[in-house]
C-alpha cells in the first residue's frame, strides 16, 4: 500500500506529526513518500508513484489551499484522500467538499494505520475510529478511539522521510522533538479547550519516558547533524520534578548538548529552573501574550498576574538563560494603546527575543467565537490566514487604529530591546503597512533568535537561506 504525504511546501520547522505516521505505516510494510506541492514536477512524480492514499495534514488558515492541491490531484489521478490535523479535528465538516473520502479527528496514529489495512484488504473502512467517512452519499461519522497513554509505544519519527529530499533541514543542526502531549491550561485563544472536549473522559496529558527521549535524541546524534535540540511541547516542565531530575542525569551524560524548551509562568519554580540549568538548557520560551491585566486575565484566560511574570522572568534570568516571549496583539476590543502596555512589561521583564504575533479569530476557539458575537470579526473565515505575522481581520475604532497595530507587530522586538527607540516607533507605526516594515522584523526577529536563543554556528549561505524560508512563509 502506497501513502503519499502531500505538504505545500517544506518550511523551517519538520513536520513531526506526518513523520510519526510514516514511520508506524513503514512499520507495518507499506510504503511512504513526502511530496511537496512547491517543488518543480511534483504532480508527474506523484503521478509516476501511483498513491493509493493521498493524506494531508492541515492546520487553519491553510486548508483553502490544501482543498485546491487535493482536486488538482483528483483531477489527474483515481486514489483515495484523507484529511487529518488541527483544522479537520475541530471542522469535520469540510468532508462535505468534493474529492474528500474522509477525514481524520485527534490523534490520528492507529486510525491511518487501521485505514491502509483495510484499503489493501479490500475491506470495509466505514467504521474504523477517529474517521468520518464518506459511503455512497452518506458520511459515517465515527466516534474517536482513547488517546494513546504510553507514548513510549509509537515508533520514533521517520526523519528520512524529510531529511532524504531537504539538505536544508537535514543539515541544519538544530533538530525538534516531542517529550510530551497535552496542556493543563485552557487558554480563549487555544483550540486546547475544545481538543478536551473531544476526549472528555480521557487522560490529556502524557509524556515519554526519560530513557525513550534520550534514546531518541542519541539515534539522531548519531546519523545527522546535531549541535542544539529543540523541545516543542507546549510546556516542557509538564511531568513531575522526579522525571526532570532523571532527564538531567541522563541528558548530561548520553546527549550533552544545549536545548531549547517552553515554559509556562504559573509552574516555574526554582528547582526547575535549577534543573534545566543543569541539563544544559540554552534558552526558553515563556508566553507573556497581553501587558494589560483585564486582557490577560479576563479575555485570554491566562490567569497571572504582572508580579508573577516578572518574577518567573527574573528566576530564569538568575541562571543566565536566554528567554524569548510570545506575544499577541490586535485582540478584539484592544487598541494600540493597550498593546504598547505589552511593550512596557517585555521590557520590565527583559526580554531577550520579543515574539509578537497579530490574533487571528479562529473559529471553534473561545476567543474566536467572542470576536464574532461582539462584532469585532465579519465571520469571513475564509479570509483567515495560516500565519499569525501579517494583517488582522478584526474591526477596531478606525481603519488607521488597526493600521497602527499591524505596524506595531513589525517593530515590537526593536521597541522592547531598545526602549529609546519608542518615541520614533509610534511615529511610524502611523505609515501604511509595506513590505520593508515586514522586512526589518524578519531580519531582527531572525538576528534575536540565532544570536539570543538557538546559538549555533551557520554559514552565511545557510542563514540567508533561512531568512529566504521565513519570509515566504
Known amino acids: 500500500m502506497r501513502t503519499a504525504f502531500v505538504i505545500k511546501q517544506i518550511d523551517i520547522a519538520e513536520p513531526l506529526g506526518i513523520m510519526y505516521l510514516s514511520s508506524l505505516l513503514k512499520a507495518e510494510a507499506h510504503d511512504v513518500k513526502l511530496f511537496s506541492a512547491s517543488k518543480k514536477n511534483w504532480l508527474s512524480q506523484l503521478r509516476d508513484y501511483r498513491p493509493n492514499i493521498v493524506a494531508y495534514s492541515v492546520i487553519s488558515g491553510s486548508h483553502n489551499d490544501y482543498l485546491r492541491i487535493n482536486n488538482l490531484i483528483r483531477n489527474d489521478m483515481e486514489t483515495f484522500s484523507v484529511f487529518g490535523g488541527p483544522h479537520l479535528t475541530f471542522f469535520p465538516e469540510t468532508i462535505n467538499q468534493r474529492n474528500i473520502d474522509a477525514i481524520c479527528i485527534g490523534e490520528g496514529e492507529q486510525a491511518m494505520v487501521e485505514l491502509a489495512a483495510s484499503l489493501e484488504r479490500g475491506s470495509d473502512i466505514s467504521n474504523i475510529r477517529n474517521l468520518w467517512v464518506k459511503d455512497n452519499g452518506s458520511i459515517n461519522k465515527n466516534p474517536v478511539r482513547p488517546l494513546i497513554q504510553n507514548l513510549d509505544d509509537l515508533p520514533f519519527p521517520d526523519r528520512e522521510l524529510l531529511y532524504g529530499q531537504d539538505k536544508y533541514l537535514r543539515e541544519n543542526k538544530m533538530k525538534r522533538f516531542l517529550t510530551n502531549r497535552g496542556c493543563p491550561f485552557n487558554c480563549t485563544y487555544c483550540f486546547n479547550r475544545a481538543y478536551k472536549e473531544i476526549y472528555k473522559g480521557n487522560k490529556i496529558i502524557r509524556w515519554r519516558s526519560v530513557e525513550n527521549l534520550i534514546e531518541e535524541i542519541s539515534k539522531v546524534k548519531r546519523r545527522y547533524p546535531l549541535e542544539l535540540v529543540r523541545f516543542i511541547d507546549d510546556i516542557f516542565i509538564l511531568p513531575p520534578v522526579s522525571w526532570l531530575e532523571k532527564f ?3 541528558y548530561k551524560r548520553e546527549i550533552g548538548l544545549p536545548f531549547v524548551c517552553n515554559l509556562q509562568v504559573k509552574i516555574v519554580t526554582q528547582d526547575k529552573i535549577r534543573l534545566l540549568k543543569e541539563a544544559g538548557c540554552a534558552a526558553v520560551y515563556m508566553a507573556i501574550e497581553a501587558g494589560n491585566d483585564w486582557t490577560r486575565n479576563n479575555l485570554l484566560d491566562r490567569k497571572m498576574t504582572k508580579k508573577e511574570i516578572i518574577r518567573s522572568f527574573n528566576l530564569v534570568h538568575k541562571y543566565n538563560i536566554p528567554v524569548a516571549a510570545e506575544n499577541i ?13 505589552t511593550v512596557e512589561l517585555n521590557i520590565k521583564c527583559k526580554v531577550d527575543n520579543p515574539v509578537s504575533t497579530v490574533f487571528q479569530p479562529y473559529p471553534k476557539t473561545k476567543l474566536g467565537e467572542y470576536a464574532l458575537k461582539e462584532g469585532y470579526f465579519s465571520g469571513d473565515f475564509d479570509s483567515l490566514g495560516e500565519s499569525y505575522f501579517g ?14 497595530i499591524e505596524n506595531l507587530q513589525k517593530f515590537f522586538g526593536l521597541a522592547v530591546n531598545y526602549p529609546s527607540l519608542l518615541p520614533f516607533i509610534k511615529i511610524i507605526t502611523k505609515l501604511p503597512p509595506n513590505k520593508i516594515f515586514n522586512l526589518i522584523h524578519r531580519i ?29 512563509y
Do not use: A, H, N
Not at 539570543?452 to 521565513?470: A, E, M, N, P, T
Open 329 to 341: 496583539l490586535g485582540l478584539p476590543g484592544g487598541s494600540f494603546d493597550t498593546d504598547m502596555e
Open 391 to 404: 494583517k488582522s481581520e478584526l474591526r477596531f475604532s478606525s481603519k488607521d487604529e488597526r493600521r497602527r
Open 248 to 250: 538531567t542525569s541522563l
Open 444 to 472: 531582527w526577529d531572525s538576528y534575536c533568535k540565532r544570536k539570543k536563543i538557538f546559538r549555533v554556528k551557520i554559514s552565511l549561505k545557510d542563514y540567508l537561506l533561512g531568512i529566504q524560508r521565513v519570509l515566504r
